[in-house]
């Protein structure tokens, strides 16, 4: 699944893209004057092969939860157990991410792909992305979601330790890599326009400051961030664990898989999946913060041709986020100093995403409405 899968990424279509610029330049306004918006609109109509795009519409977030060893060397104080109580929290529509998913009316998909905490009795969840759900409710001016659901996929209950063993077996990583990918696929099949990720995992920062780290080739140092918010000398553990992985398991980003295996987590290879999968399908991926861009970095070195497929919701404040952006060359639609992951950042920056579509869709060009060019 994972070699066809990248066999499916192809390069942004460039007729589609002159198609769009041309259009851009005939719309009733300046040109260049939406900034930012015109070219991702752009590129939106390159990846969609077609101008003007699909609105990208209805949104699905993609919560893939999981983890990790590396909790045992004090990085974050937070126990290990907040991990399955958020994704209780999640199904139960009272996070911050249902909060904005209800705004935007986008669904919410919880993937257990590496849980610790055993979370529902067999039967009680899905085996596979769900299709559908029942109502949750409507916000005002927002439009229908689907309650929450909950996709058993657990590969192993946590990780191992990457400051003393590698994190996971190349299978271990494989696997989760697949199950992004079918998540991925099932979201769209379903009727998905737009895919956002999401994420949950007590101590989840650290590997990704060490997956940063091994794919831009930064410093450790300038890939850590504080996560939740830890002091100083839990700050300075988790530089020092960061660097000592990457010295102890030389990971090679020629091999995305290995690195994974090596310093990821579950999540975060699932992740990379989730956007190989959006990309092979030619559906934008909103990436959220810097779980997201850290696996995004997988994904690009898995297939290259998988950027173009990804919109950089929000620039995190996590530091490797920034570092991650730059080496995607991707430029974050906003910047509000969010670090709280679950996807929050990416449907914040959905209407932002909409816009830029729209705006090819419903905008008279000058011709068409009788208006004066200069």
């Given at each position: 699944?994972?070699?066809?899968?990248?066999?499916?990424?192809?390069?942004?279509?460039?007729?589609?893209?002159?198609?769009?610029?041309?259009?851009?330049?005939?719309?009733?306004?300046?040109?260049?004057?939406?900034?930012?918006?015109?070219?991702?609109?752009?590129?939106?109509?390159?990846?969609?092969?077609?101008?003007?795009?699909?609105?990208?519409?209805?949104?699905?977030?993609?919560?893939?939860?999981?983890?990790?060893?590396?909790?045992?060397?004090?990085?974050?104080?937070?126990?290990?157990?907040?991990?399955?109580?958020?994704?209780?929290?999640?199904?139960?529509?009272?996070?911050?991410?249902?909060?904005?998913?209800?705004?935007?009316?986008?669904?919410?998909?919880?993937?257990?792909?590496?849980?610790?905490?055993?979370?529902?009795?067999?039967?009680?969840?899905?085996?596979?992305?769900?299709?559908?759900?029942?109502?949750?409710?409507?916000?005002?001016?927002?439009?229908p979601s689907t309650a929450p659901r909950l996709v058993a996929a657990n590969v192993r209950p946590g990780t191992r330790d990457l400051a003393v063993t590698a994190a996971l077996t190349r299978d271990e990583a494989r696997a989760a890599v697949e199950t992004g990918i079918r998540v991925a696929g099932e979201l769209v099949d379903?009727?998905?326009?737009?895919?956002?990720?999401?994420?949950?995992?007590?101590?989840?920062?650290?590997?990704?400051?060490?997956?940063?780290?091994?794919?831009?080739?930064?410093?450790?140092?300038?890939?850590?961030?504080?996560?939740?918010?830890?002091?100083?000398?839990?700050?300075?553990?988790?530089?020092?664990?960061?660097?000592?992985?990457?010295?102890?398991?030389?990971?090679?980003?020629?091999?995305?898989?290995?690195?994974?295996?090596?310093?990821?987590?579950?999540?975060?290879?699932?992740?990379?999946?989730?956007?190989?999968?959006?990309?092979?399908?030619?559906?934008?991926?909103?990436?959220?913060?810097?779980?997201?861009?850290?696996?995004?970095?997988?994904?690009?070195?898995?297939?290259?041709?998988?950027?173009?497929?990804?919109?950089?919701?929000?620039?995190?404040?996590?530091?490797?986020?920034?570092?991650?952006?730059?080496?995607?060359?991707?430029?974050?639609?906003?910047?509000?100093?969010?670090?709280?992951?679950?996807?929050?950042?990416?449907?914040?920056?959905?209407?932002?995403?909409?816009?830029?579509?729209?705006?090819?869709?419903?905008?008279?060009?000058?011709?068409?409405?009788?208006?004066?060019?200069?």
């Amino acid at each position: 699944m994972l070699e066809s899968t990248i066999a499916a990424v192809r390069p942004l279509d460039e007729p589609a893209m002159v198609a769009a610029r041309e259009l851009q330049g005939r719309l009733t306004k300046p040109a260049g004057s939406l900034g930012a918006l015109e070219e991702l609109s752009v590129r939106l109509a390159g990846l969609a092969g077609v101008c003007p795009p699909p609105l990208p519409e209805p949104a699905a977030v993609a919560i893939f939860a999981g983890d990790h060893g590396v909790h045992a060397q004090g990085v974050t104080p937070w126990p290990q157990e907040v991990t399955a109580q958020m994704i209780g929290n999640f199904l139960a529509g009272g996070a911050v991410v249902n909060a904005f998913a209800r705004q935007a009316g986008a669904s919410v998909t919880v993937v257990d792909v590496g849980v610790a905490t055993p979370l529902l009795p067999a039967g009680q969840a899905d085996a596979a992305a769900p299709s559908g759900g029942a109502a949750q409710g409507d916000d005002a001016g927002a439009g229908p979601s689907t309650a929450p659901r909950l996709v058993a996929a657990n590969v192993r209950p946590g990780t191992r330790d990457l400051a003393v063993t590698a994190a996971l077996t190349r299978d271990e990583a494989r696997a989760a890599v697949e199950t992004g990918i079918r998540v991925a696929g099932e979201l769209v099949d379903a009727g998905a326009g737009i895919l956002l990720t999401g994420d949950m995992g007590i101590a989840n920062t650290t590997p990704a400051a060490a997956l940063v780290a091994a794919f831009a080739g930064v410093d450790p140092a300038a890939a850590t961030g504080r996560g939740t918010g830890v002091d100083d000398p839990t700050y300075a553990r988790k530089v020092d664990v960061v660097r000592a992985a990457l010295a102890r398991h030389a990971p090679d980003p020629a091999d995305p898989l290995g690195v994974l295996a090596a310093v990821g987590g579950l999540e975060h290879a699932a992740l990379a999946g989730l956007i190989l999968g959006a990309a092979a399908r030619r559906v934008p991926v909103l990436l959220d913060g810097v779980i997201a861009v850290s696996a995004a970095l997988a994904a690009a070195a898995f297939a290259p041709d998988a950027v173009g497929a990804m919109v950089a919701g929000h620039r995190s404040a996590e530091p490797g986020a920034t570092a991650a952006l730059r080496h995607l060359g991707l430029d974050p639609l906003i910047d509000l100093g969010l670090r709280l992951g679950e996807g929050t950042g990416a449907l914040l920056a959905l209407p932002v995403v909409t816009g830029a579509v729209r705006v090819l869709h419903e905008v008279a060009t000058f011709d068409s409405a009788g208006v004066s060019e200069k």
